[in-house]
C-alpha cells in the first residue's frame, strides 16, 4: 500500500503550516514521515489519514526538533562548508587557484589583475544568485542559502581591503586566492549539495 501524490502534498503542507520553510530540511521530514506512515498503513490496516494522525500524536515533536529558524544562524551550515573545504579535491583545488593567480599576476600587474578579479566575482555571484532563485522557484535551501549570506558578508569585509593587499606580491596572491578559493568551492558546495538533494529526493522529480 503506497501513498498516492495526494497523500505527499497532505504531509508537505502539514510540515509547511509547522513553519518548516527550508525545503531540504522538509524533504528529509517528508521523506521520513511518508516512510513510517506507509508502513503503519501496511502493519495495522489503516488508511492514510488515521494512519497519519496516529503516527504524528506519537512522533511529532521529535520531528520537528529537526527544523532550522531563520535569523543568523551560521554555526551549523559554516561548519558544513568548512570541513567541505578541507577535502583533498578543494586542497587541490585551492593549490591550482595560488598557481594561476600567481602566474596572472606576474603578467598583468597586481592592479589590473584585481579589478577584473572583482568585477568577475561580483557579476558571477549576481548571476549564479538569480539563476538559483529562478530554478528553485523561490524555494529556501538552508545549508546553500545560510552559505550564501556567509559568502556575500565575506566579500564586503574583504572588499575595503583589497586595496592593502595589492601592496606587495605575496599579500597580494594569498589575499586573492583566498577569495577565489572560496568562491569556487562554493559553487561547487551548491552544485553536489543540489545534486545529493535531487538523488535522495527521486520522487519529486519524477
Known amino acids: 500500500m503506497s501513498l498516492s501524490s495526494e497523500n505527499i ?5 502539514y510540515l509547511k503550516n509547522s513553519e518548516v520553510i527550508y525545503y531540504d530540511i522538509r524533504m528529509e521530514m517528508l521523506d521520513h514521515v511518508a516512510t513510517a506512515v506507509e508502513q503503519k498503513m501496511q502493519a495495522e490496516n489503516l488508511d492514510f489519514y488515521d494512519a497519519f494522525k496516529s503516527y ?6 521529535e520531528i ?3 527544523n532550522k529558524e531563520e535569523g543568523l544562524y551560521f554555526k551549523e551550515p559554516l561548519k558544513k562548508f568548512g570541513l567541505f573545504a578541507i577535502q583533498p579535491f578543494q586542497i587541490l583545488l585551492a593549490i591550482g587557484i595560488f598557481s594561476i593567480v600567481y602566474f596572472f599576476s606576474n603578467i598583468y600587474g597586481l592592479n589590473v589583475y584585481s579589478n577584473y578579479l572583482y568585477l568577475f566575482i561580483i557579476i558571477t555571484y549576481l548571476i549564479f544568485g538569480i539563476s538559483h532563485f529562478l530554478l528553485t522557484k523561490r524555494k529556501k535551501f538552508y545549508y546553500i542559502d545560510r552559505n550564501f549570506s556567509i559568502i556575500f558578508l565575506l566579500f564586503q569585509i574583504a572588499n575595503p581591503l583589497h586595496r592593502n593587499a595589492n601592496e606587495n606580491l605575496v599579500t597580494f596572491v594569498v589575499f586573492n586566492s583566498s577569495i577565489l578559493f ?6 561547487r558546495f551548491y552544485y553536489l549539495e543540489m545534486k545529493s538533494f ?7 522529480f519524477q
Do not use: H, P, Y
Open 182 to 187: 572560496v568562491f569556487f568551492a562554493f559553487l
Open 56 to 61: 504524528m500524536v506519537v512522533n511529532k515533536k
Open 64 to 66: 520537528l526538533k529537526g
Open 9 to 13: 502534498q497532505f504531509i508537505d503542507n
Open 198 to 204: 535531487k538523488q535522495k529526493n527521486q520522487f519529486l
